[in-house]
């Protein structure tokens, strides 16, 4: 697990200077959050995958900026908070979690 932040933080790196500073859920989620979603590494919901998904935006979007904001210990794995980017602000991890819920058949 730690091995994956790491690795995550190390290709955000390379990324860093293509974030905006504007809250561009895509370019987020694209920069950040693509290390484990992409794939659905170490339990990670998958990009784009309703079934994956359906569930958990069945919770809600206040349950879902709560979990990524804070970090979230599910039954697939661990969510770290903001992706282990503590960098990132609250608002650009939100956008990041619209795009994710809107890639997922969600509003
Ligand atoms: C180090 C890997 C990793 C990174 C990076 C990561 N996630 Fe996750 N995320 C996970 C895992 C694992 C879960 C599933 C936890 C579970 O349900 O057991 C998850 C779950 C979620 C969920 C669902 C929470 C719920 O209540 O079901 C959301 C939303 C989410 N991530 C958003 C994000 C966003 C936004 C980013 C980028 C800022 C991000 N994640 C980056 C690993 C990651």
């Not at 998958?46 to 349950?63: L, M, V």
């Not at 969510?79 to 990041?96: C, I, Q, R, W």
């Amino acid at each position: 697990m730690r091995k994956t932040i790491v690795t995550a933080a190390a290709m955000a790196a390379l990324f860093i200077s293509s974030a905006g500073l504007a809250a561009d859920g895509k370019a987020v989620y694209d920069t950040y959050c693509m290390a484990c979603h992409a794939m659905g590494v170490a339990g990670a919901p998958k990009y784009g995958d309703a079934d994956a998904w359906s569930a958990r935006i069945a919770q809600g979007k206040a349950t879902l900026y709560e979990h990524s904001l804070n970090g979230f210990q599910g039954e697939a794995g661990i969510m770290p908070a903001k992706g282990g980017f503590t960098n990132l602000s609250d608002d650009e991890v939100k956008a990041a979690v619209d795009h994710m819920v809107a890639a997922a058949g969600g509003e």
